[in-house]
């Protein structure tokens, strides 16, 4: 029987695709850096300790949050114990086509190269930007939602949906051997998830959303990483769609605008008084 390892599996799209693989009775396990609820031990920043023997597809969750160096070094060393332990088949969850204006997507962009010239076989999984990032990235001023987007859109996507995606080529890689799928989905705006929730939207520019981030006490790199989300919307450079996503689901895609308003809607204000998502 084969065996496949998700990474990152205590964060919340690698939990979302271990239960996928579970539901479809596939036989996964998770890993962490810390082994909690029973996950294995991987830790990407110590190459030494990383141990791969018994897994025959890795389903490799970025490790994404930090800056270039360091993310390209975690997952050289994932990687490279992927071949050295051999694993036959690696499925990494890299970003968008179209995402390539964006400040994270040269390490997503390194390790799609580092896979192409791998010895195990390889799925990449091009993921669109959440619908629920969307939604948390429209801050309240008192009961008014806040937005630097414009009225640019966002071919967002559902965690949910992605998880389901990769759950299903993570079942049978050899199908998806050599592939890239570019997972988005149907564009959204700012000013459609406010009428989804009756909020009123002020909208604002890009360097009052980078006076409020470099105030939100925030890691260094990421007011960059989110300015050139922000910028890239409100531009039209992340809004074109595909049929990726519902080719490997079989069915439409998850409604990104309601999901983006619920997460928009959960650090609304007390007493805010919209419709409701
Ligand atoms: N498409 C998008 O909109 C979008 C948005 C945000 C992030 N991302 C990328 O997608 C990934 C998954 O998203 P998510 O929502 O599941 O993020 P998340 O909830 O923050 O989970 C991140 C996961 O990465 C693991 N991780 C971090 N550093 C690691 C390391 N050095 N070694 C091993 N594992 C490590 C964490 O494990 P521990 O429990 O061990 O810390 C955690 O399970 C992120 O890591 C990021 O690269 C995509």
């Known amino acids: 029987m084969?065996?496949?390892?998700?990474?990152?599996?205590?964060?919340?799209?690698?939990?979302?695709?271990?239960?996928?693989?579970?539901?479809?009775?596939?036989?996964?396990?998770?890993?962490s850096r810390s082994g909690a609820g029973g996950t294995r031990i991987l830790d990407f920043d110590d190459p030494a300790g990383l141990t791969l023997t018994?897994?025959?597809?890795?389903?490799?969750?970025?490790?994404?949050?930090?800056?270039?160096?360091?993310?390209?070094?975690?997952?050289?060393?994932?990687?490279?114990?992927?071949?050295?332990?051999?694993?036959t088949h690696v499925v990494y969850t890299s970003l968008a086509g179209d995402g390539d204006h964006l400040a994270f997507a040269l390490a997503h962009r390194w390790t799609e190269r580092r896979l192409r010239r791998s010895t195990p076989s390889w799925t990449i999984l091009r993921n669109g930007l959440y619908a629920?990032?969307?939604?948390s990235l429209l801050p309240w001023s008192g009961q008014r939602l806040t937005s630097a987007f414009g009225d640019g859109a966002l071919a967002?996507?559902?965690?949910?949906?992605?998880?389901?995606?990769?759950?299903?080529?993570?079942a049978v890689p050899e199908v998806h051997a050599g592939r890239s799928y570019d997972l988005v989905g149907r564009p959204i705006t700012a000013h459609e998830v406010a009428e989804r929730l009756?909020?009123?939207?002020?909208?604002?520019?890009?360097?009052?959303?980078?006076?409020?981030?470099?105030?939100?006490?925030?890691?260094?790199?990421?007011?960059?990483?989110?300015?050139?989300?922000?910028?890239?919307?409100?531009?039209g450079f992340l809004a074109r769609t595909g049929p990726d996503l519902a080719e490997l689901l079989g069915r439409e895609p998850a409604d990104a605008l309601a999901?983006?308003?619920?997460?928009a809607l959960a650090s609304a204000p007390e007493g805010f008084d919209g419709r409701g998502a």
Do not use: N, Y
């Not at 084969?2 to 239960?19: D, E, F, Y």
């Not at 890795?58 to 050295?84: F, K, N, P, T, W």
């Not at 999901?259 to 997460?263: I, L, P, R, Y």
């Open 198 to 235: 009756g909020a009123t939207l002020s909208d604002i520019t890009l360097a009052e959303r980078r006076v409020q981030l470099d105030g939100a006490g925030l890691k260094p790199f990421q007011p960059a990483m989110l300015m050139s989300i922000h910028t890239a919307v409100a531009h």
């Open 132 to 135: 629920e990032l969307f939604g």
């Open 54 to 87: 018994g897994v025959d597809t890795l389903l490799l969750v970025s490790a994404g949050e930090a800056e270039d160096d360091v993310v390209i070094a975690r997952h050289e060393a994932v990687i490279a114990a992927a071949e050295r332990d051999g694993v």
């Open 259 to 263: 999901v983006a308003a619920a997460a």
């Open 2 to 31: 084969t065996m496949i390892l998700v990474t990152g599996s205590t964060g919340q799209l690698g939990r979302a695709i271990l239960s996928q693989l579970s539901g479809r009775g596939a036989p996964a396990i998770g890993s």
């Open 156 to 170: 967002a996507v559902t965690r949910d949906d992605l998880a389901e995606a990769a759950a299903i080529v993570a």
